[in-house]
């Protein structure tokens, strides 16, 4: 079996004790198969909660949903990435599309957060992808591609990051990328990952936009896929365990 990564995005969902009992609840459905891992995002006020519940479960870690990318400071309403690891964070994601869209990060602070991310020892999972029209217009590769250069700007190459292509129009919409689809853009960005980086390390990419216990079997069926990154699927504690225990062919 392949090592496949299950990645939960609560977004702004399950404060600190909907979360102690999600986990009870998640945990109850046994350890986590060999070969796969489960990566929590929980919102900042549920990290640490997180962090300390899934401690001691082989392949289970908390991460942050965002960070940003001074250390410490004046900047009310953010955290930072030394802040999210003193609350058991091992991981973070880096430019959501929720970040990009609703909330107008650019790729630049995205690469900002990157090296922030590796500067703190939190193992980043960029998110990368097109919107609709973008698509429409042919422009998945150029979009991505820019979203990759920006993001990895500064960065040397010999530190592991984990990408998540999630396409816009995807994301929270029912209407999950076709696993050829989501394959092709994969196989794009590892080529791009290879070539652009001098140190070659092995990436994680995870597909995320309207996974579900429906589609995952076939989605994860394609090589590409090395994992999903999950929002609304997530949220229901049995039925997330019974999605990491999807099985693939
Ligand atoms: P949905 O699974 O709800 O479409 O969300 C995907 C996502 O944005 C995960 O980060």
Known sequence: MRPLVFAANWKMHIGPPEAREYLR???????IPHERAVWFFP???SLEAVAQ???GHRNVVAGAQDIYWEAKGAFTGAISAPLAAQAGGRMTLIGHSERRH????????TGKKLAAALAANLQPVLCVGETLAQREAGETMAVVTRQLMAAFAGHSGNRHVNIAY??????????????KDAAEVHRAIRGWLKGMLRTVVPFVILYGG?????NAAELLAEPELDG??????????????????TAVT
């Not at 609840?25 to 350890?31: P, Q, T, V």
């Not at 309207?210 to 429906?214: E, G, T």
């Not at 609304?232 to 990491?244: F, I, K, M, N, T």
């Open 102 to 109: 609703v909330f107008g990060e650019t790729d630049e602070q």
């Open 210 to 214: 309207s996974v579900n216990l429906k």
């Open 53 to 55: 519940n899934v401690a």
């Open 228 to 245: 999903v990154l999950v929002g609304g699927a997530s949220l229901d504690p049995r039925g997330w365990a019974q999605l990491v225990r």
């Open 25 to 31: 609840a998640f945990f109850a459905a046994g350890e």
């Open 43 to 45: 919102p900042a006020v």
């Open 166 to 179: 999630e396409p816009v129009w995807a994301i929270g919409t029912g209407r999950n990328a076709t696993p």
